[in-house]
């Protein structure tokens, strides 16, 4: 069992900068991919960045690529996602979530969902 739990969300404006945190219970952090995905209102939660259980592979939805940055620390088991940059557009309530696979991260397929933490950017 994996327990999640986000933090850093907030105000900001729009051009500035938030880093989220991802706080993982258990002793097998590394064993897992995880991600972040996130969810508008009146939206679909969406896919947002991804990284493998070592760190070495990452990947990153089109609309934040060159703005978002997701890492992790296995000794801290944290994983974070810094965001840059930020659109009015990129407000939504973000999740923190894991799986044992770096594949086929869909909405549906994650095993482990944190409760999400809100990021608003004012225009």
């Known amino acids: 069992q994996v327990q999640l739990v986000e933090s850093g969300g907030g105000l900001v404006q729009a051009g500035g900068s938030l880093r989220l945190s991802c706080a993982a219970s258990?002793?097998?952090?590394?064993?897992?991919?995880m991600g972040w995905f996130r969810q508008a209102p009146g939206k679909e939660r969406e896919f947002v960045a991804k990284?493998?259980?070592?760190?070495?592979?990452?990947f990153y939805a089109d609309s934040v690529k060159g703005r978002f940055t997701i890492s992790r620390d296995n000794a801290k088991n944290t994983v974070y996602l810094q965001m840059n940059s930020l659109k009015p557009e990129d407000t939504a309530v973000y999740y923190c979530?894991?799986?044992?696979?770096?594949?086929?991260?869909?909405?549906?397929?994650?095993?482990?969902w944190g409760k999400g933490t809100l990021v608003t950017v004012s225009s």
């Open positions: 979530a894991a799986r044992t696979s770096y594949f086929d991260f869909r909405p549906d397929g994650m095993r482990y």
């Open positions: 990284i493998s259980g070592s760190g070495g592979s990452t």
């Open positions: 258990g002793r097998t952090f590394s064993s897992y991919a």
